[in-house]
């Protein structure tokens, strides 16, 4: 390694700049989920765009491919010990504009913080479902609220503005105008054309929902994923929900009626009045016994009690699926793996609602596809850190079963990190138009530590 280009790297970022010897090295890479890790041949902890920019220029002029860690939850494949990983969490910036009612966010920021900003003048962001879950990286994948997705689509689909620095190291500010065809393929093409910095997205006028979830007894899994179907047969755009079948550990910090045992539970996000979504709830309140019913209504800020997902890091490997429907013999597969007579392995299986907006072509084209989907399935398993090979199929008997052959770029797993994989996630206009991108602005494949999109040869 040339001693004058570490030397250039040293004296150019503010940050942390880690090598394996260093203190603080392990804690840098440090994951959510924990079946993927990192060694890189070095950490750039980027404080800004110009610690970005130096640590592509010392990528760029060493050849060497170059992997972004916004805020823990990615990236999906493991960054080698010749990789530059860069690091984002320490760029925390937002900026809400209540008049014109959007957000700008820096690369590090986490959805809790502009959820909790917007909230103060009234507004929402398309949030994920988790405050912990990155804006940035779960918006380039296209990113499905759980409280106002089949309201208002994708939140790719209201990005304004974005901030990239390419592999030639220089910052672009690309928007529709200066650059149609890289805004097109940022949104939905991931993080395969540049390390973004910033973007700037639309907020909604919502305070309130009316939300949660409804918990039922395993054995009454038939009863109540017939009730969902029925519920979402007819469901009006501003009703966004998912079933979930949850297998629990035994284990002081899982609520009782949960502990060790099947549960199903239906979650709900109504963006309307609290009668009107009584009324649109009440089938499923007579579907069977209700264990737990938190469904009322509630503040916006609070949408991240719709799910309660983990907060702490673990291991857990992860399948997804895309369904055309809910058909019978696609409930019939998901009872058989994943009801109360299965004795799989997998730890939870979520089905959710898409159609509403998300079918729908955004005011400007992007790179994501697959609106006609009705649904997405995502089966999760926990596992111990040190038997994810052990564990790596666990997941794949129900997913390949429901497969109809597509995929979906915001639904993709480490298990979906080859290139055929992540071409089954774009019809082959738009997967010609992201190569061509990807081709202009990073020929050499830089950026590959990613469901990677590969230059044309």
Known sequence: MPLSSTSLLLSSVKGPVLFAEDDGFADETSVFNMTVAHHPHVIVGATGVADVQAAVRFARDLDLPVAVLNTGHGPSVSASEETVLITTRRMTGVRIDSVRQTARVEAGVRWGQVVEEAAKVGLAPLAGSSPQVGVVGYTLGGGVSVALGRAFGYAADHVREIEVVTADGELRHVTPDSDADLFFALRGGRGNFGVVTAMEFSLFPVREL????????????REVLQAYKRFTSNAPDELTSSIVFLRAPDL??????????????????????????????????????????????????????????PTEPGAAVEH????????????????????????????????????????????????????????????????????????????????????????????????????????LAYDEPTYERLQAAKTLHDPRNMFRCNHNIPPRA
Do not use: C, Q, W
């Open 252 to 309: 002081p910090f899982v609520p009782e009626f949960m502990r060790g045992k099947l549960t199903v539970s239906i979650r709900i996000s109504y963006l309307g009045s609290a009668r009107d979504g009584e009324s649109l709830v009440a089938p499923l309140r007579a579907a069977a016994p209700v264990l737990a019913d938190t469904v009322t209504m509630m503040p916006f800020s609070n949408m991240a009690s719709i799910t309660n997902d």
């Open 320 to 423: 997804f699926a895309i369904l055309d429907e809910l058909s019978p013999s696609a409930m019939e597969t998901i009872l058989d793996i994943a009801g109360p007579d299965s004795d799989t392995r997998i730890t939870m299986v979520n089905v959710a609602h898409l159609g509403g907006a998300l079918g729908m072509p955004p005011e400007r084209a992007n790179a994501v596809g697959r609106r006609d989907a009705a649904f997405s399935l995502f089966a999760l398993t926990a596992v111990p850190p040190n038997a994810v090979t052990a564990y790596k199929n666990v997941g794949l008997e129900l997913t390949d079963r429901l497969t109809s052959g597509r995929k979906h770029p915001g639904y993709l797993s480490p298990a979906d990190a080859s290139v055929e994989s992540v071409r």
């Open 210 to 221: 009316y939300a949660g979830a409804l918990h039922f007894p395993g054995d009454s899994a």
